[in-house]
């Protein structure tokens, strides 16, 4: 069977009209065909005995003996992909859900006149379809199932986009089950982030971390500077906001004990959405008691590699893009300072005692856009400005504005600082980590000043969140925290954008 004749455009709307119209006319005929103890267009079940995968596994080997037989008989069920039908015999390419497919081979001398005749004016393309018969190989060497018999077992009442053509993009995000079907890379993009999460479970399981669970549904926005979502509960009556970050809850779960704790969330910001930016985002947060942010930065290197040695295929920390680009996450990343590296691509010296003016003055100068400025934004724009896009290799960044990290602890030996590392990693930020910080005293006055800001107009501010702070006050020991954007991750890991990464993007 070839499948070199498939048609080369596209479906247009109106033919996609008549082709509904005619199949539905075939879901009305097999319907009226169906007996009590079964058939119809959607059966309850078909007795399926093998997957495609397994018929491939066990009986690959015949591809090798033109013309051979196995002498067993199997059930498989698949969709049609490729169909050919010709005088008294008819070929269909039958597709699992993974990709792999096997050819279906109907022919007059098997399954009768009548029944050959049903199957040229019932089956489409698109459809489920169920073949019970002997496992063979046909005159070209290829992996076949004659028929003995068949039945639909779903049918497709709206064609499939044609099978050898790019889909374009608009279509790929909004209907990814049609991507599903037809493109390759699609379903690998899937199994792709499903062992990344699994390694990444594996991981955090070998330094014994547990996976625990915390609310949605937050009374109160805080973990992170962003703006949320703003919903109501009806049953409380009161203004309710999704979340933006889980970290005030992992870290009441520090407080009580749980020392090593991780979650792979859903969060939710609202705000734009780009090549790197989701509204709605899959991330993980994890905390380690008695760590600080050198030890953490050892544990998110150690989970992005074992993740890139799961998903490479030969255990190697090379990972190959969508592109086919060989990317290189093995060996020790390296950690810079974000002060010097600022410093040195400027050519000036910037440090926590550099005024708002000065800063305000190079931004000037460098055409750099800010907003509601202080010392530690204005630090980390010109710092994305002048060094954030020359970062291709996996990056540690160290050491941030105090004003930008209202969470995190202060420098051990730099005034105006905080030890909190930004981890880049092909220009963009893939995960940032922490020295917590765990004194109550200084967290009320680092939530006092954000809440100035919020009442001067800034939407990411947080507000004092006393439920916290009364965690807090019993004390949490001193700890290393991480947070880390899955959809980024498999953009790092995978080559593609964002959209790509997520199953079912959010879409306008």
């Not at 089956?123 to 379809?129: K, S, T, V, Y």
């Not at 810079?336 to 910037?350: C, F, K, N, P, Q």
Request: aromatic share 8%; glycine share 8%.
């Amino acid at each position: 069977m070839t499948e070199q004749n498939a048609p080369v455009d596209q479906p247009s709307e109106e033919d996609i009209f008549e082709q509904k119209a005619v199949r539905l006319a075939k879901r009305e005929r097999l319907n009226a065909e169906a007996t009590s103890l079964g058939g119809g267009a959607y059966p309850v079940s078909v007795p399926v005995t093998h997957t495609i995968p397994q018929v491939r596994a066990e009986f690959g080997h015949l591809e090798d003996e033109a013309g051979s037989s196995s002498g067993q008989t199997v059930g498989v069920a698949g969709r049609v992909v490729f169909q050919r039908n010709t005088g008294k015999l008819c070929f269909a390419s039958l597709q699992a859900g993974d990709g792999q497919r096997i050819q279906a081979m109907l022919s007059q001398a098997e399954v009768g006149e009548d029944s050959l005749a049903r199957f040229k004016e019932l089956a489409d393309l698109g459809d489920h379809l169920f073949v019970t018969g002997e496992v063979i190989s046909s005159r070209r060497g290829e992996l076949s199932i004659m028929a003995t018999d068949w039945q639909i077992a779903s049918k497709a009442v709206n064609p499939l986009p044609n099978m050898y053509s790019e889909l374009n993009e608009e279509t790929r995000v909004r209907q990814r089950y049609l991507d599903l079907i037809v493109r390759e890379q699609a379903r690998t993009n899937v199994v792709t982030r499903a062992k990344t999460m699994a390694s990444l479970r594996e991981t955090f399981a070998g330094h014994d971390f547990l996976e625990v669970e915390t609310p949605m549904l937050q009374t109160m926005h805080g973990g992170a500077s962003a703006r949320p979502f703003v919903t109501h509960s009806n049953a409380f009556d009161m203004e309710m906001f999704l979340r933006i970050a889980p970290e005030l809850f992992l870290k009441r779960a520090v407080v009580g004990g749980l020392e090593r704790v991780f979650e792979i969330n859903r969060n939710f910001r609202n705000e734009g959405a780009d090549s790197t930016h989701s509204p709605e985002f899959a991330m993980l947060e994890a905390y380690e008691a008695y760590g600080d942010y050198n030890s953490i930065a050892d544990l998110t290197q150690e989970l992005i590699q074992n993740a890139a040695a799961k998903v490479s295929g030969d255990g190697s920390h090379v990972v190959t893009w969508a592109d086919g680009t060989k990317f290189d996450l093995g060996g020790e990343w390296d950690r810079i300072s974000m002060y010097g590296t600022l410093s040195e691509a400027a050519g000036v010296t910037v440090t926590p005692e550099t005024s708002v003016e000065d800063l305000l003055a190079l931004a000037e100068r460098e055409g750099v856009e800010v907003h509601l400025p202080n010392h530690g934004k204005l630090v980390e724009e010109l710092w994305e400005h002048f060094v954030k896009d020359g970062l291709e290799r996996p990056t540690f960044v160290m050491d941030f504005p105090v004003e930008t990290s209202p969470l995190t602890r202060q420098h051990r030996s730099i005034a105006g600082v905080v030890e909190k590392w930004d981890l880049y990693i092909r220009g963009f930020e893939l995960a940032t980590g922490y020295s917590e910080l765990i004194d109550p005293v200084v967290q009320r006055e680092r939530f006092m000043e954000q809440a100035k800001q919020a009442a001067a107009g800034d939407d990411e501010a947080m507000g004092v969140d006393e439920e916290f702070l009364k965690a807090l006050e019993h004390a949490m020991p001193p700890s290393g925290g991480m947070g880390m954007g899955m959809d980024r991750l498999l953009m790092a890991l995978t080559g593609l954008g964002i959209r790509e990464t997520i199953l079912f993007p959010l879409v306008k």
